[in-house]
């Protein structure tokens, strides 16, 4: 192929993830929600999950059970912050980057990069040590959820029937089952 490029010989931006149709709200339970840091109330959507390349859904994955925080409507189990073995790593990677660019010698071109990383990276490290040290413990998930009672309602927080008792209480109503 003349004057053209290869695919391979390019960088190529890929977009994907996953479209839910059909929501349906199918099962409510007490939690512990890690983003809000309380106890709470969660609400399961069923949906039909699709995979898509670039908007155009590809890979009809299925039903799927998605458990939401009913006061944010984060996922309730997954943490918004980032755990602390990759801040210990984050900080071990700025000290060897403060010692391998106060080792180099300076170059005569781009001297301000050198300076820049030279005194970037140890504020940095600095910075990060200091939010590590001070960082409150935030409640672990196991010890958070023992504080959490089972749901007990008997009447659908969603169209306001009677739930009938069963193997799981249901709403005849609605169809939510409560956990």
Same mark, same amino acid.
């Given at each position: 192929?003349?004057?053209? &490029?290869?695919? #391979?010989?390019?960088?190529? /931006?890929? %977009? ?8 349906? @709200? @199918? #099962? ?12 709470? &109330?969660? %609400?399961?959507?069923? $949906? ?6 670039? +908007?155009?859904? %590809? /890979?009809?994955?299925?039903? +799927? ?30 000290? !060897? ?6 080792? #180099? ?6 001297? +301000?990069? =050198? +300076? !820049? ?7 940095? =490290? ?7 040290? &001070? ?15 089972? #749901?007990?309602?008997? %009447?659908?927080?969603?169209?306001? $029937? ?5 193997? &799981? ?11």
């Amino acid at each position: 192929m003349s004057g053209g &490029r290869f695919l #391979a010989d390019d960088d190529m /931006l890929l %977009i994907h993830g996953a479209y839910h149709f059909w929501p349906k @709200v @199918v #099962a409510f339970r007490n939690d512990f929600c890690l983003t809000c840091q309380a106890p709470t &109330r969660s %609400i399961a959507v069923r $949906t039909f999950d699709v995979g898509h390349i670039f +908007w155009v859904p %590809i /890979l009809p994955v299925g039903l +799927w059970k998605h458990w939401r925080c009913a006061k944010c409507a984060q996922e309730p189990h997954t943490s918004p912050t980032t755990r602390p073995f990759f801040k210990w790593a984050g900080l071990c990677i700025l000290v !060897l980057l403060s010692i391998t660019f106060w080792a #180099a010698p300076l170059e005569t071109s781009d001297v +301000w990069i =050198s +300076w !820049l990383f030279r005194l970037g990276a140890p504020a940095a =490290s600095v910075g990060l040590v200091w939010h590590l040290l &001070r960082a409150p413990k935030r409640a672990s998930l196991r010890q958070a959820m023992k504080s959490v009672g089972p #749901a007990n309602d008997a %009447i659908c927080p969603f169209c306001q $029937t009677p739930l009938m008792a069963g193997a &799981r209480w249901f709403c005849p109503g609605c169809g939510v089952t409560r956990y």
